[in-house]
């Protein structure tokens, strides 16, 4: 939040260059320009290009062991994706992944903040330890809980057996009903740190007199933690839920190398994937590819338009 | 009095409970990760928090059976290609973008933005097109091309953000000198932005070292694969029998640099991750 806050300060670059001298001004104009181009030619290659060439692809019947040879098949591509059931379930499955993981992961971020933040002994400990989900890679989290979830010999069947709370192993990872759900247990673990370090970041600005005046006000720490803390961390909070709200519509890793193509727990993205790739079939792949893209715009055009007028209000 | 003293202790007890679990909940899947991986045969399949007879048979069988060598080396330029890439491309353009004024500044920026937002997906066939074209198709250059689009815009905004910190008063000595704006870029910002420049880095590598979806399509052959697709793709005598054991072995070899880095440099990704998340 420092770098928020930070712009708002200093917002302008120095303009004192500027005013000195239209002729300097010019000149650094002229070189801002060529310093851009590098990177936007660059970006321009690798993410302009392709995306169209991709929203075009989406109208035709092109192949992957044929790209060149395709006809122009207008909206067929779309009416196929609208009539297929598996599409319908692959966006629900993102959706559902979507809330769910990210609210799990908002509500237990918050809890391991406040925790980090409280005085105490061994939190330098604490925050080391919450960074190593964050560093693993995603396949090999998918991996190293797919063999803890494993149905004949993962060490979570063998504990809850031992204690009792299940009667006999279950598939985590194959069965229908539990899959999506050992896959959000993997994000969650994998990125929970991640939300905890931005509330911290947040929570570590506040000052202490607030809570002294809480103190003297009768506030115990629940409710100085909902009338205070909350409203105070609320704008750092939306900041991070946005981030990782539009990071889980694009979920491909986990599902993929945790359950495969399953279909109970296949994201936009692994739908997409398997029919251009597996099926060979770019032309459908890419209107997959293309309806994603466009969901995750208009998800982010509402959050941004909904954060600047939250944003607006409080800042200035 | 003392029961007030009481519940404080208490409370404290709580707490500390608390951090235990926090910290068991988040080291144990990585701690039975290395404990699977040192067990060999038929120990793999009895639960034990502490192997009794330790083994290093995995390690050797992934090295032996399969070039789990080559592909650590291709995660390495991959991700360091790119990452040096990324940096020499976004510093002259963060500098455009922080420090100079001109119309369309914020249009960039915003477009910066969008494609960092961009799902990797979306660009998926066009890429593959591109990469085919390029004749770069099962080679790491598609990787290096590819992953552009993930760390360059990232790059770019958190080294805007440090860009915009730095004290005016520096600039405005160099300008007086008659400075070039190439000069001041190189001769007076980059030798402050060493810390922004580390963090920035590690933080894209990471990403870089991380990449599956691009690895997994773009690549061909078990000699061109990058660490996460090899470990995704590690297969034993017959499709219901994976090598867990060797699986694990992979997945703690990949994550000890990792740990370590991390740890290291615990503050600046914390700093590094709260300005990116701010400003992307």
New interface residues.
């Given amino acids: 939040m420092t770098a928020a806050t930070g712009r708002g300060r200093r917002a302008a670059p120095p303009g004192t260059a500027a005013r000195r001298g239209s002729d300097l001004a010019r000149h650094r104009r002229r070189a801002a320009r060529l310093f851009l181009l590098p990177m936007a030619a660059v970006l321009a290659l690798v993410a302009g290009w392709p995306l169209v060439r991709t929203v075009y692809f989406a109208f035709t019947d092109a192949t992957l062991y044929d790209i060149e040879y395709h006809e122009f098949v207008g909206f067929l591509n779309f009416y196929y994706l609208a009539t297929d059931p598996d599409w319908w379930r692959s966006v629900w499955n993102t959706v559902f992944f979507a809330v769910v993981s990210v609210g799990l992961e908002t509500v237990l971020g918050t809890v391991v903040a406040l925790t980090l933040n409280a005085q105490l002994r061994g939190r330098g400990l604490l925050r080391a330890a919450m960074l190593i989900p964050w560093a693993i890679p995603t396949v090999v989290s998918a991996q190293m809980w797919g063999w803890m979830l494993h149905d004949q010999f993962g060490v979570i069947n063998e504990l809850l057996v031992t204690l009792g709370l299940i009667g006999e192993p279950r598939a985590w990872a194959a069965d229908p009903g539990l899959a999506m759900w050992a896959v959000i247990a993997v994000d969650v673990w994998k990125t929970t740190p991640f939300m905890a370090l931005l509330i911290l970041a947040a929570l570590q600005l506040l000052p202490d007199e607030l809570y002294e005046a809480a103190a003297v006000d009768g506030l115990g720490p629940v409710g100085s933690f909902f009338r205070i803390t909350l409203p105070l961390i609320w704008p750092a909070m939306m900041v991070a839920i946005i981030f990782r709200t539009l990071d889980a519509l694009r979920v491909f890793d986990l599902m993929y190398v945790l359950t495969g193509n399953s279909r109970a727990t296949a994201s936009m993205s692994v739908y997409a994937r398997q029919q251009l790739v597996d099926f060979q079939d770019l032309g459908y792949g890419s209107a997959a590819s293309t309806l994603l893209f466009l969901i995750i715009a208009a998800v982010t055009v509402v959050c941004i338009t909904a954060g600047r007028l939250r944003f607006g209000t409080s800042d200035d | 009095m003392r029961r007030r003293r009481l519940r404080r202790t208490i409370a404290?007890a709580l707490?500390?409970l608390?951090?235990a679990a926090?910290?068991l909940?988040?080291?144990f899947?990585?701690y039975?990760?290395v404990v699977?991986s040192l067990k060999a045969g038929g120990a793999?399949?009895t639960?034990e928090f502490i192997p009794r007879d330790p083994h290093w048979d995995n390690y050797a069988a992934l090295f032996r059976e399969q070039p789990f060598g080559r592909n650590i080396l291709n995660s390495v330029l991959v991700a360091g290609s790119v990452v040096a890439l990324s940096l020499f491309?976004?510093v002259?353009?963060a500098?455009?973008?922080?420090?100079?004024?001109?119309r369309g500044r914020s249009t960039?920026l915003m477009?910066?933005l969008?494609?960092s937002?961009?799902?990797?997906?979306?660009?998926?066939?066009?890429?593959?097109?591109?990469v085919?074209w390029l004749g770069l198709y099962n080679t790491l250059f598609a990787l290096t091309?590819?992953y552009?689009?993930f760390t360059?815009?990232f790059a770019?905004w958190v080294l805007t953000?440090f860009m915009?910190?730095m004290p005016?008063e520096l600039?405005?000595a160099a300008?007086l000198d008659g400075a070039?704006?190439?000069i001041i870029?190189t001769r007076v910002f980059l030798p402050l932005m060493g810390p922004a420049l580390a963090t920035t880095g590690l933080l894209a590598f990471?990403a870089a070292?991380?990449e599956?979806?691009f690895a997994?399509?773009f690549t061909l052959t078990d000699e061109r694969r990058t660490?996460?697709?090899a470990?995704?793709l590690i297969t034993g005598a017959s499709r219901f029998e994976l090598p867990?054991g060797r699986?694990?072995a992979a997945?703690v070899i990949?994550?000890v640099p990792?740990?370590l880095?991390?740890?290291v440099f615990?503050r600046r990704?914390?700093s590094g991750?709260?300005?990116g998340?701010?400003?992307?």
Avoid: C, D
């Avoid at chain 2, 500098?95 to 001109?102: K, P, Q």
């Avoid at chain 2, 998340?277 to 992307?280: F, I, L």
């Fill in positions: 404290r707490l500390h608390l951090v926090i910290v909940y988040a080291v899947p990585f039975w990760a699977s793999l399949f639960v491309l976004a002259t353009a500098y455009a973008l922080g420090r100079v004024r001109f960039v477009a910066v969008a494609v937002m961009f799902p990797q997906v979306a660009v998926l066939s066009g890429m593959f097109e591109l085919r091309l590819s552009m689009i360059l815009p770019v953000a915009r910190e005016k600039e405005e300008v070039t704006p190439w870029v990471i070292w991380n599956f979806l997994l399509t660490v996460p697709v470990i995704a867990w699986i694990m997945s990949v994550t990792l740990i880095l991390v740890l615990q990704i914390v991750l709260t300005a998340a701010v400003k992307g």
